[in-house]
């Protein structure tokens, strides 16, 4: 095999990204799906993944097991419930694979899990890859630095029906860039779960004397608009990332790779 071609294990395959990350892999020329994980009362069990999700990666089974579907490759791309994750982590671990977690809605415990392991694997680790929401936090933190006391301010965020977790893992993420940059007052935080629709954020700052808008509407998924560690952080030793730079998929997956 091309050694410039990275394998990848899709977890989550047949969900929204799942789905979308495998079309991405099958439009690269240096990318592979190698493996398949889905939840165990999935119908895509013991399936092909590359037919079910419209690939040319035929002969790629779907298993439930995160340590059969990493056994052949480099990175794994996890997109499953929370509650998945720390048996994922812990075969990654075990087998030595850098890991990419998309997934939103952790408990303090399972981030724990997650922070403690990235002393042993490469993790990069984001509540949402877009490089539009990237930048949308980091706008929030200007903002958060700028208007205060005499500003109220509302977030909200939309997202299609089958969305689990609610508020979503990048609001939660928008408040916690505005608590950790000054704005001390209080956040009317609002969801809403309906329809088909890709994510909306959006973020008020309202006054006396002006409304501030801060928003982001996506018009589909597009997972090949992402994140990477690229430029983050310096100090290569660490490999646990929460991520602000924007960059490319396939960098991400070499990046996260060549992490010690």
């Not at 050694?3 to 977890?11: E, G, K, M, N, R």
């Not at 801060?214 to 990332?241: H, I, V, W, Y």
Request: one cysteine or more.
């Amino acid at each position: 095999m091309n050694d410039s071609v990275i394998s990848i294990a899709i977890l989550g395959i047949s969900g929204r990204m799942g789905q979308a990350l495998v079309s991405a892999i099958d439009a690269a020329n240096d990318l592979r799906l190698s493996g398949a994980m889905d939840s165990p009362d999935s119908r895509w069990i013991n399936q092909d993944a590359g037919a079910l999700a419209g690939s040319s990666a035929a002969g790629v089974f779907v298993t439930d097991s995160p340590a059969i579907a990493i056994h052949d490759a480099q990175v794994a791309v996890n997109f499953t419930l929370p509650q998945a994750t720390p048996a994922i982590v812990s075969a990654c671990v075990a087998a030595g694979r850098a890991l990419v977690i998309g997934t939103t809605g952790h408990s303090a415990e399972q981030l724990a899990i997650i922070k403690q392991s990235s002393a042993k694997i490469a993790i990069m680790l984001a509540p949402n890859m877009s490089l539009g929401v990237n930048l949308l936090l980091k706008l929030t933190e200007l903002a958060s630095k700028s208007l205060n006391e005499d500003y109220d301010i509302e977030v909200f965020e939309a997202h299609h029906r089958n969305k689990k977790d609610a508020p979503s893992g990048t609001l939660l993420n928008l408040v916690k860039t505005m608590q950790e940059n000054g704005f001390s007052r209080s956040i009317d935080v609002g969801s809403n779960r309906a329809g088909r629709h890709p994510g909306t954020h959006e973020i008020g700052f309202d006054s006396a004397a002006d409304t501030i808008t801060l928003g982001r509407a996506p018009l589909a998924l597009c997972p090949m608009n992402s994140t990477s560690t690229d430029k983050l952080n310096s100090r290569r030793e660490q490999s646990f990332f929460a991520l602000r730079t924007p960059a490319n998929l396939r960098r991400s997956f070499r990046y996260v790779q060549a992490i010690p």
